[in-house]
């Protein structure tokens, strides 16, 4: 017994300079995956989401809901389509997008972190209309247009609404929904959002929690402290292709605009984000502007 409560004390001991170091720092989470889906990691997510709000760091969440829209989709007798890692978004389409991720998993997320102490609060881009998106075009590999739906790129974010939930001691946990200068809205990939946002907060990090170990060779050998330099090779090369590309787009623009580390980790991991935040050791793929 005594052994275990030393090895306890021995984790919370080296916390303590990480703890010390981030203190009143911004931390934005993708949050997504299988974190998402199974109930001991949705648990675990919430509990870390608190720890680190009481021990002094912020916490900004943005969550996905791929699974999730799909599901409902299948309800309805639609496919889900997707373009270059984007999900090609209809009208009906973007109902169901603005139920699910508005509604049933903002709120899903929000009662998690509440009930294990926190003071979460839902948003989408749309209340304080603080993300402003446009339509988004795709390119063929022709460079033709392609028309993709009610997909948005974002214009602009206001971090005031964010801002003041942070300095009020509450936790945002926002859905990557934007609105258009004509008020309708768009369905927004949630890495991009993470990453626009973390740049606007002017964040201490951006962590992205995926369904792999994190960047991965063509062995499939976990690639750890990438830079920027090193990212564009994987993208000219193909490494980086399919569902990752608008994630490690998000993660190398992120890292080249001022926010000071990027983290792809393994959201199957219980406890994830306190490893990668909290311990020496770390889970997944760091990237830097150099």
């Known amino acids: 017994m005594l052994t275990e409560a030393q090895e306890k004390a021995s984790i919370l001991a080296e916390a303590l300079p990480y703890i010390r170091r981030f203190n009143g720092k911004t931390i934005v989470i993708k949050y997504g995956g299988n974190a998402m889906t199974d109930d001991e990691l949705k648990a675990g997510f919430a509990q ?7 021990v002094g760091l912020n916490p900004v969440v943005v969550h996905g809901g791929g699974p999730q829209i799909n599901e409902m989709l299948e309800r309805l ?16 389409t973007m109902e169901v997008v603005e139920m699910v991720l508005g509604g049933l998993v903002n709120k899903e997320i929000v009662s998690l972190i509440n009930q294990a102490g926190g003071k979460a609060v839902g948003l989408t881009g749309k209340d304080g209309s603080f993300i402003r998106a446009r339509k988004m075009f795709l390119r ?7 028309d993709i739906g009610l997909v948005g790129e974002i214009e602009h974010i206001d971090p005031s609404l964010v801002s003041t939930l ?4 509450f936790i945002p946990v926002i859905a990557p929904i934007g609105v258009g200068p004509e008020g309708s809205a768009y369905n927004i990939n949630a890495d991009l959002v993470a990453g626009r946002l973390a740049e606007t907060l002017k964040a201490e990090k951006l962590i992205l ?3 792999t170990a994190g960047v991965l ?16 090779e994987l993208f000219a090369d193909g490494t980086i292709h399919g569902g990752m590309l608008p994630k490690i ?6 890292a080249k605009n001022g926010v000071n580390s990027v983290h792809i980790i393994d959201g199957r991991v219980k406890h994830a984000l306190l490893l990668e935040i909290l311990t020496d050791a770390g889970v997944g793929t760091m990237i830097k502007a150099s």
């Open 48 to 54: 870390d989401i608190v720890l680190l709000k009481l």
């Open 77 to 92: 007798g639609k496919n889900g389509e997707f373009v270059q890692g984007m999900r090609v978004t209809d009208r009906e």
């Open 140 to 146: 063929s590999p022709e460079g033709d247009p392609l």
């Open 166 to 169: 942070e300095d009020d001691a």
């Open 209 to 211: 929690m995926t369904n």
């Open 217 to 232: 060779d063509k062995e499939g050998g976990l690639l750890t402290g990438l830079t920027a330099k090193r990212v564009d």
């Open 249 to 254: 787009s998000s993660a190398l623009d992120a």
